[in-house]
């Protein structure tokens, strides 16, 4: 099962979660049908491996199928956790959306019941070949980690989502399906990637297909070569088709906009055979043993555990316990390959703790603690079975063991509540629960602290319960959380959070000067735990390592200043005081920006009793997924635009969500946000420009109403600029929103360092009121435009034009169209990306929209 996962040890059997699904999840009860289900499963020997690139990319009916009708163990290995993508719901961009995406995927194999697997592989955005990713990427790293999940899985069918042929579009699609294919060969070779032995032993799957779905294929396509498969029947033990199945699951990818409607009925797949013992089949599953028998001697735990299945009853689940532990013997007994007598441990028993119907939880106070801070914890213990149940010791996290959990025989819906002592201190070598990619990410790979891939993105602290049933000894690892009731909500669960003893909050990444002026940056010092003292001061981050070089009144030592670059910043640090947990201050430091252009970088520290802390605190909060904290560093970039504008006031109709506005705000506009209710009631003629956020027309339903209001705006001289949105099933247009015809396609330019040719050197936007040129192109990130306008109207022009190597010129990035007194401008440029990276360019550029005609 994916949600329990057990340890085989000599003396016992250690119970733990599976760190891939954990993530603070409401304790779950499992009805008699879902364990009838896990018995079958139990009785059915065999693995699917489904690749691809990306969350969202994942076949989830199949997966489905796979799962709780054939009964096999099913994975989805995903390259990347989504990071170069776009937010539907939310500002989050880079790491953070991986962080979202990848709970969302845990989410949807909670539902499909798969498993889930990554590789170190960072998502740099859309690519077009398969040859730029994987020079983006290390195709060698990135291959021994597909081959270190095979070897661990030890999948009989691997099914790929893409082709390699470059069908499904997508570089990194493309990539993860040459991958797969040279996984496949990989795996089985002893001299491939020979460091990894040591741990697992080489495994060969049996066959590999490529899954030609309906989205990634020529709905006219000839398709009679292919095998068939229909995934559309009906699991009466869920009470679901898997077409359900399949749509509660990909509606977990919610920052993507991919809420699906349920299906029923016939669905048929199609399948490709590519690798291995594919000849004449008429099926994918032909040939392959999927039972005990394929194990030498496990004929008589096939025969236990299908007595198990014939003895079940769904009143008393508990009385097959016997059953169960005579197979996990048996097992015990089986010369197999370790990965498979671990898992199938698991699973024997997670079974047996299901149908024994214990609950166990152990909780915190609260749901953060720092280094030496005193922790108390609160273990419950249900037994809702009707087998005694006997505690003997209870491990806690942070060296907490507590005897008084050997309490003799737990009866029947009896309950053991235990606290520690509470005096126990967390240890101060207790790393913070940091998200290893905060912490290090190079060359487009996750990496651990040593430089290795990671094995899990979270630290998490866990308890260990040991107890008997029917005198066999079992240990039961656990996540310790952090429980509360919302009243509107109910019971609510979040990881326990270790966190630096201080922490440092900017307002923003990077801040940016448009004039030679003083700016207060406002830094909040957060405690981690009570009584904080300490001074709070700067440093140059040590990449970049620039001088910092003090520069002392003495008449007045309060007003010394640094000067970093030509940058000025005073004060030179603070003593703070905070005196409880979660108190915060805020300090202000001035800088002042040089006349000149520059660029610089500031890293703010809290030093307490001699130990440096630069790291902030964030937290993502959807309620779709478990919250999610994250220690940022405490860094800002500086930067001093020669930039020149003359608008005061502009007007901003949020989209998906996008840090523009602020940007902005910055440059020292007053952008004021525009709601629904303004739109209705209010004069636009208060705005000199108004701007709709990134995807606005796609997720403001009530957008489109007010096109003849915005026209009429643009008409009497407004200028009106319209953000990327996309045309798709996945965030359709409803309506034309400009005042002449084009269409929003999917044409992007992906390689950040395109040349930019000026197609109308003489138009406004490249000359007032600042000369762009080349120079303002440089230094982009991640891509250059996307969903590009196409067939557009004449009565718009297109002064930029760029292209991707070998392809024809895109024109469509931006378009302007002159209509009464003012403008409308749509582009695809991703200023959403550039501003907040503090791409010096792109503000000018953006600058130059908005005051077109001005």
């Known amino acids: 099962m994916k949600q329990l996962l057990f340890r085989f040890c000599s003396c016992a059997l250690l119970l733990i979660f599976s760190l891939g699904s954990l993530r603070a999840q409401t304790p779950r009860s499992y009805t008699s049908s879902e364990i009838l289900l896990q018995l079958k499963k139990l009785n059915t020997v065999g693995s699917v491996l489904y690749i691809a690139a990306h969350p969202d990319d994942e076949n989830t009916r199949l997966i489905a199928y796979l799962a709780n009708e054939k009964c096999l163990r099913t994975g989805y290995l995903s390259l990347t956790r989504g990071d170069g993508g776009q937010n539907l719901i939310g500002p989050e961009q880079g790491v953070e959306l991986g962080v979202i995406r990848t709970q969302e995927l845990l989410a949807a194999r909670r539902i499909d019941g798969g498993e889930q697997f990554f590789t170190r592989a960072y998502d740099f955005g859309y690519s077009k070949t398969p040859k730029e990713t994987f020079q983006k990427w290390n195709h060698d790293s990135v ?60 495994w060969q799957p049996r066959r590999l297909f490529y899954n030609a779905t309906n989205r990634f294929r020529d709905p006219n396509a000839d398709m009679s070569s292919f095998i068939r498969l229909d995934v559309g029947g009906y699991n009466p033990l869920l009470g679901k088709s898997y077409g359900e199945i399949a749509a509660e699951s990909r509606s977990m990818h919610k920052s993507q906009g991919f809420g699906s409607a349920k299906q029923r009925g016939e669905y048929l797949e199609y399948f490709k055979p590519v690798k291995g013992d594919t000849a004449g089949l008429k099926d994918i599953f032909e040939g392959i043993d999927f039972t005990w028998k394929r194990v030498k001697g496990g004929e008589k735990v096939s025969t236990t555990l299908g007595k198990a299945i014939s003895d079940f009853s769904p009143q008393r689940p508990e009385i097959i316990t016997d059953a169960l532990l005579g197979s996990l013997k048996m097992l015990r007994q089986l010369d197999m390959p370790k990965p498979m007598q671990e898992y199938w441990s698991n699973e024997i028993t997670s079974t047996i703790f299901l149908c024994s119907g214990l609950f166990i939880e152990t909780n915190c106070l609260t749901h953060s603690y720092s280094t030496k801070d005193k922790i108390t914890l609160k273990t419950s213990i249900v037994n809702r079975g009707n087998l005694p149940v006997k505690i003997k010791s209870l491990d806690l996290p942070f060296g907490i063991y507590n005897s008084r959990a050997d309490s003799g025989n737990l009866l029947s819906n009896a309950t053991l509540n235990l606290q520690d002592s509470g005096n126990t201190f967390i240890p101060t070598r207790w ?229 523009v506005a602020p940007c902005l705000t910055q440059l020292g506009y007053e952008v004021v946000t525009i709601t629904d209710a303004m739109l209705t009631n209010e004069n636009l003629n208060q705005f000199e420009a108004i701007v709709t956020g990134v995807r606005a027309y796609n997720t403001n339903e009530k957008l489109p109403q007010f096109k003849q209001k915005l026209m009429d705006y643009v008409a009497q001289g407004g200028n009106l600029i319209v953000q990327y949105n996309t045309n798709s099933w996945a965030g359709p247009l409803s309506s034309d929103i400009g005042p002449y015809k084009f269409k929003i396609t999917r044409d992007r330019v992906t390689d950040e360092n395109a040349t930019v040719s000026f197609e109308l050197p003489n138009h406004p936007v490249l000359n007032y009121p600042n000369k762009i040129t080349a120079k303002d192109f440089e230094g982009w990130v991640q891509e250059r435009c996307i969903y590009s306008a196409g067939e557009v109207d004449s009565n718009y022009v297109m002064p930029l034009s760029m292209a991707d190597p070998d392809e024809k010129p895109n024109k469509g990035s931006l378009i302007i169209g002159k209509y009464g007194k003012g403008y409308f401008v749509y582009t695809g440029l991703v200023f959403f990306r550039e501003l907040p990276a503090g791409v010096p360019g792109a503000y000018r550029l953006f600058v130059n929209i908005l005051e077109l005609g001005k």
């Open 143 to 202: 291959l021994s980690d597909v081959v270190w999940v095979i070897r661990n899985f030890r999948p009989d069918i691997i099914i790929t989502r893409f082709a390699t042929d470059g069908s499904g579009g997508h570089g990194h699609h493309t990539a993860s399906a040459i991958l797969a294919e040279e996984a496949f060969d990989a795996a089985g070779d002893p001299k491939r990637f020979p460091e990894q032995l040591q741990y697992v032993d080489v």
């Open 431 to 659: 790393r913070p629960s940091e998200l290893y990619s905060y912490r290090r990410l190079s060359s487009l790979l996750y990496l651990g602290d040593d430089g290795s891939s990671i094995k899990h993105l979270f630290n998490e602290s866990f308890a260990d319960l040991s107890f008997m049933l029917q005198d066999i000894p079992l240990s039961y690892l656990y996540p310790v959380q952090y429980k509360w009731v919302d009243p509107e909500k109910g019971e609510l669960y979040r990881p326990l959070v270790i966190t630096p003893p201080v922490m440092i909050n900017l307002p923003e990444d990077v801040s940016v000067f448009g004039e030679p002026t003083q700016k207060q940056i406002k830094v909040v010092i957060k405690a981690g735990k009570d009584s904080v003292n300490g001074t709070l001061s700067f440093s140059s981050p040590e990449e970049i390592n620039a001088k910092i070089v003090v520069e002392e009144d003495k008449a007045n030592p309060q007003f010394a200043l640094a000067k970093l670059t030509s940058f000025n910043i005073s004060p030179l640090s603070y003593n703070f005081q905070l005196d409880k947990k979660g108190q915060e201050k805020e300090f202000v430091f001035t800088i002042s920006a040089p006349k000149e252009s520059n660029v610089a970088a500031l890293k703010f520290l809290a030093t307490v009793n001699g130990v440096e802390y630069s790291k902030g605190i964030k937290e993502i909060k959807y309620d779709h997924i478990p919250i999610q904290t994250l220690f940022p560093k405490a860094e800002i970039k500086l930067i001093r635009l020669d930039v020149k504008k003359k608008l005061k006031r502009i007007g901003y109709i949020p989209g998906a969500g996008d840090e």
